[in-house]
């Protein structure tokens, strides 16, 4: 009963920590226009991408895994805050990875041993990238802050001097090879957002 308690509080602890992430803010804007995104929005809307997406990916993806790996990837900046894609910062993008492994050490360990090892090792499979459900979800993530800015009018693209080419570079290649169809369509929505002055040419 004692063992049964203490996962009870270890999950409970584990569910207040996770609140944080709502307020922990991005550099995009919602669609809309009216606020910037935070982080728990993010990765409840990939959740959505991972579950609705599945149909276009290039390679067979199991789904149950791909969502849960979407809502657990970015848990890591309650702790290690968010690091802009496109950020000047050398010691920001240096220290990303320590950052964020110290706070996989801490947060998944908040859980009840099992469920800690599991998100962590969900974790893991996104950063090294190397399984059919890790490359999907990274073109998703990849994917859905270029079709926000699309949709609001490239207002951070424009703030932080982002240019066409490099929004390719950073989503290309992640999103081409494994949602080829979504990247065409979120191709020509970049190239009509160039055209309206929402991002510079290259």
């Known amino acids: 009963m004692t063992e049964l ?3 009870v509080a270890a999950t409970l602890r584990f569910f207040m920590e996770a609140d944080r992430l709502k ?8 669609a809309d226009g009216s606020r910037r995104e935070n982080t728990a929005e ?8 991972a579950m609705i997406m599945a149909p276009f990916a290039s390679e067979p993806v199991d789904i149950a895994t791909a969502v849960c790996m979407a809502l ?3 848990i890591v900046e309650i702790d290690a805050g968010d690091t802009f894609a496109y950020s000047q910062s050398e010691e920001e993008v240096a220290s990303k990875e320590s950052r964020e492994i110290a706070a996989a050490d801490h947060l998944f360990g ?11 090792a969900l974790w893991d499979e996104y950063e090294r990238g190397d399984t059919p459900e890790a490359r999907y979800v990274m073109a998703v993530d990849r994917m859905a802050p270029m079709l926000l800015n699309t949709a609001e ?9 982002i240019t066409r080419e490099r929004v390719i570079a950073r989503n290309g290649s992640h999103i081409e090879k494994a ?5 065409a369509s979120a191709l020509a929505g970049l190239d009509a957002a160039t055209a309206a002055g929402h991002v510079a040419a290259d």
């Open 5 to 7: 308690h203490d996962d």
């Open 23 to 30: 307020g922990v803010e991005r550099k995009n804007f919602l």
């Open 42 to 49: 993010h990765s409840w809307h990939l959740g959505i991408a």
């Open 72 to 74: 657990v990837h970015d």
């Open 110 to 120: 908040l859980l009840p041993t099992a469920m800690g090892e599991r998100f962590r």
């Open 153 to 161: 009018g490239g207002s951070t693209w424009r703030e932080y001097g």
């Open 179 to 183: 949602l080829p169809a979504i990247w």
